[in-house]
């Protein structure tokens, strides 16, 4: 039975939602609802031009036989910086400093609201590149890379200090933590990452950056290479930090235990992505 | 400027889509769009016969000046059914056997599209109950607490078995896990649970039951209440399971490791919400 017009673009943009990075060729939908492909060619246009419009994402057209349509869920400038603003100032709740100077951030990794936006943040930035993976350690990056996994379509695996018998044979790497200067251990899976795949390390919270070093030599050891370094929240770091090129959504920029106050900023995320948001605005 | 029909239904859609169980009032949308309530709620209409034939979920009405629409996500029976055969095939391969009877499954917890099914199917079983969080134990469970949380619109929380510093104050308990009869100790952050939520209890597998036990015990403690107990996989359990109202996505009947092959069946999903799903699928 042929379908109409406004069944079909509210089944199409849900089709599309759910699949994101994924070519869907014009003939299926096409087939999906009973409908000359002229027909299904103008209400693409109208799906583009309102993902457009409502900075929702990017809805690309392949042209050619092999070709279809493809949907880059994006988030537009000012839409990112409100989040980074009201993530600093989350983050700025005095509440959430716990001895040591450590921040709380469970409740938010914890909230889908925050981690879609976090997902859509960053996978953003890497619209343009190569990803077959995203890499995080447990426990608390894994909210993170679930949900960039999620906008950017593909698996993420999870590296792990504690050994367990239930991911089967692992390879392992020894790293130094910055922050405790101890020698610690991590390791993947070893099918969980296939040769040659680009990986893309997020994590919820950098300090001197061993951990995120430790992944990076994972990732040599799986003859993969790395794509980015992404981080929802960096802190401040006495000496030299492991690792240099990465993005941050927040920086928590001032911990006073004493006075029991912290303050949060954004992170460098917007101005390293600068060209890239504007890019996107039109 | 007065958007038209089409380009609301598109945005609308990816707006409701996105905020499952939330109140919307038409208001929003009237002024969203500027366009009166009459067009808005014709809009609403066409959402809403859409939805229910495609079985994305139901979009509920909510009378009166404090009213509004909610989008509730379901899966249909036949799309679950398709589903779960499809994991007990990927479960019956048999490079997932591991040493000890294990059972490999990062792969399919790492793979967005895998996680999005299983988060419909157990949010779907919970539609009608009040859940305030969706509760698991790192490592494995995280993934799917996230999936669920995301269908549901809830927080999730995770208990962990290693104590943290980034977690602050802590409730622990003790429990016995069922398959080595040893004591372990698990423990939850104070300030991540209110007393009073209605809490359900997520995890990738089951054998003995001991570690949900455990969650049960640290629902308690928190003085909030247990709602369900939905798993991934179970596992055949020589003895008595701790747990016995649960259901199971997909359940490991037989492992031999000695032929090194392992089989798996459809779990007890399917016939605990025989009369839940058969109420959606008209």
Known sequence: MKVRRSDRLIDMTRYLLERPHTLVPLTFFSK???SAKSSISEDLAIVRRTFAARQTGILETVPGAAGGVR?????????AERFIDLMAARLSETDRLLPGG???????????????????????QYLDQQIDAVMTVATKGIP???????????????????SKITEGSTVSVNYVSASSARIEKMELSKRS?????????????????????????????FDAHLVGISVF?????????MVSDYTSLVRVDTV???????????????????????????
Chains 1, 2 share one sequence.
Do not use: C, W
Not at 233 to 241: H, K, L
């Open 144 to 162: 993170i890379a679930q949900s960039v996994s999620q906008y950017l379509n593909v698996p993420f695996v999870i590296v792990r200090r504690d």
């Open 256 to 282: 006073d235990t004493k006075a029991n106050t912290l303050h949060a900023v954004a992170g460098n995320y917007l101005t390293k992505n600068q060209a890239a948001l504007a890019g996107l605005a039109q």
């Open 102 to 124: 450590y921040v709380y951030l469970s409740d938010l990794l914890g909230t889908p609201d925050v981690l879609r936006q976090i997902g859509r943040l960053i996978a953003t």
């Open 193 to 221: 990452l296939a040769a040659g795949s680009g990986v893309l390390i997020v994590d919820d919270f950098m300090k001197g950056g061993g951990t995120v070093n430790g992944m990076r030599s994972l990732i040599s050891e």
């Open 233 to 241: 929240a960096e802190g401040n770091f006495d000496g030299d930090r």
């Open 32 to 34: 999906r609802y009973e």
């Open 71 to 79: 949907y880059l869920p994006i988030i537009g400038r000012e839409e």
